[in-house]
């Protein structure tokens, strides 16, 4: 029934498979794929805090005290302890008064997003936002409009027509993921303030990374009281799993009774809050592995450039490497898994055709010598290619 669309997908570069891995003891950047050893540059585990062994201890005593599910949703039995805890961290560390949190990111955006729209509603959104926003917009009944990427121009003019509705809600990563750069969050929060709309923004790929205390980049901007709705998932550099809204007292209130993927949705089980909850701890607490983090960061992106690779506008530890055809990233991928380095092809739809590329994000666990040998294979690749 399927055959034709995926042969089709087959003849243009565009068929997707699963590899099956399994990380090395105590290591969030080395895996086993069929016996073989490899370098991982393609996790979202920021600082290595998936492994984290403090954070690991606490997960089992969790587990010994509350076994392993919730075993309901937060509104009939799988609200605990740590699940109040969490929300109270989250809601601290990001400077609002409350939080809320959903059993994955992807569920947090929709469920944000569907609850506060309806069809008297705007809704306004960066091209390159994140798919899991692009699919709450679509299952909203709000109008929606879509700005060309961080173009402030535009934003401006769709919101000078924003009037005859009853709400106006701007949606953004603060990190885009794919291009690895910033939003322009100051511009955003002025033209917001100017015509009277909300403001949403996505610290996915910013919490942990960016900032003094590593909250984000609404942190390092000095911006998060003035930005409604801050979202993100605590899959990435919290090292862990669900997502969070932190916002007003109201806002997370009528959350928690109008939003479906909330309402409907098992909970987090217990341990995974307690992950998450020592997470923040050890981000707010400790900048070193932050530092690291940054220090390879630079020295890669530097490096990779020197090379001759087009690495975009790349702001953060998502280091694009711009190859432009799927079949050339294809290519490209599998040189470095010929050399033991796992970074797949990220393809179209994903990014905009003629932008295939391999995404590279670094980690603060990636050692020297992990570095240097990416670096050597690259500039191999760069002369064969």
Known sequence: MFQRQLDELRENYLYRTLNILDYLPGS?????????????????????LSHHPRIISVVRDVVDEYGLGSGASRLISGSTSWHKRLEEKIASFKRKEEALIFSSGYLANLGIITALTDKDSLLIVDKLDHASVIDACKLSE?????????????????????????????????????????????????????????????????????????????????????????????????????????????????????????????????????????????????????????????????????????????????????????????????????????IPAVRPPTVPKGKARLRLTVSAVHTDDDLKYLLSILKKMHEEI
Request: overall charge negative.
């Open 28 to 48: 969030s950047t080395h895996v086993k794929l069929h016996d073989k050893e490899y370098i991982l540059y393609c996790s979202n585990d920021y600082l290595g």
């Open 142 to 342: 709000a109008t929606l409009r879509v700005f060309p990427h961080k173009n402030m121009s535009k934003l401006e003019t769709i919101l000078s027509h924003s009037h005859k509705y009853n709400r106006t809600l701007i949606v953004t990563d603060s990190v885009f993921s794919m291009d690895g750069d910033f939003a322009p969050l100051g511009e955003l929060v002025k033209l917001k303030e100017k015509f009277g709309a909300m403001l949403m923004i996505d610290e996915a790929h910013a919490m942990g990374v960016i900032g003094r205390r590593g909250s984000g980049l609404a942190e390092a901007l000095g911006l998060e009281e003035r930005i409604d709705i801050i979202m993100g998932t605590l899959s990435k550099a919290t090292g862990s799993l669900g997502g969070y809204c932190a916002a007003s007292p109201d806002i997370i209130n009528y959350l928690k009774n109008k939003s479906r993927p909330f309402i409907y949705t098992t909970s987090l089980p217990p341990s995974l809050c307690a992950a998450s909850y020592e997470a923040l701890l050890i981000i707010e607490g400790e900048s070193g592995l932050r530092d690291r983090l940054w220090e390879n960061t630079n020295f890669l992106k530097k490096n990779i450039r020197e090379i001759g690779f087009d690495t975009g506008e790349s702001e953060s530890p998502i280091v694009p490497i711009i190859l432009g055809t799927s079949d050339k990233a294809l290519k490209a991928a599998q040189y470095l898994f010929d050399s033991n380095i796992y």
